[in-house]
């Protein structure tokens, strides 16, 4: 059974960071491009960012590039988001979500699984 668990949400103010977590089991964590995405209250699931099998190649949505980071540990099959100068427009459920398409500016209909998200609240 595979499961996709993120950890990490919390409130933070303005100008903060945070680090989101998704710990995969389940599935061979080394052949599964990695994503994560986001939903603001009365707003679609967005992209947020992605990164490709190994780690090389990664991809960000245009309102977060240059503040977050996407990474992953296949060793610990774990990918992270490192979030920085945070702002309020980034209160949202952030998910991880898994997919076999190759790495890219990814849509939530292609992703194959899904965790449960975790919230971040960002204060002004």
């Known amino acids: 059974q595979v499961q996709l668990v993120e950890s990490g949400g919390g409130l933070v103010q303005a100008g903060g960071s945070l680090r989101l977590s998704c710990a995969a089991s389940g599935l061979p964590f080394t052949t599964w491009t990695m994503g994560w995405f986001r939903q603001a209250p009365g707003k679609d699931r967005e992209f947020v960012a992605a990164?490709?099998?190994?780690?090389?190649?990664?991809y960000y949505a245009d309102s977060v590039k240059g503040r977050f980071t996407i990474s992953r540990d296949n060793a610990k099959n774990t990918a992270y988001l490192q979030m920085n100068i945070l702002n309020p427009e980034d209160t949202a459920v952030y998910y991880c979500?898994?997919?076999?398409?190759?790495?890219?500016?990814?849509?939530?209909?292609?992703?194959?699984?899904w965790g449960k998200g975790t919230l971040v609240t960002v204060s002004s």
């Open positions: 990164i490709n099998l190994s780690g090389a190649m990664t």
């Open positions: 979500a898994a997919t076999r398409k190759v790495a890219g500016v990814l849509t939530h209909y292609t992703m194959d699984f």
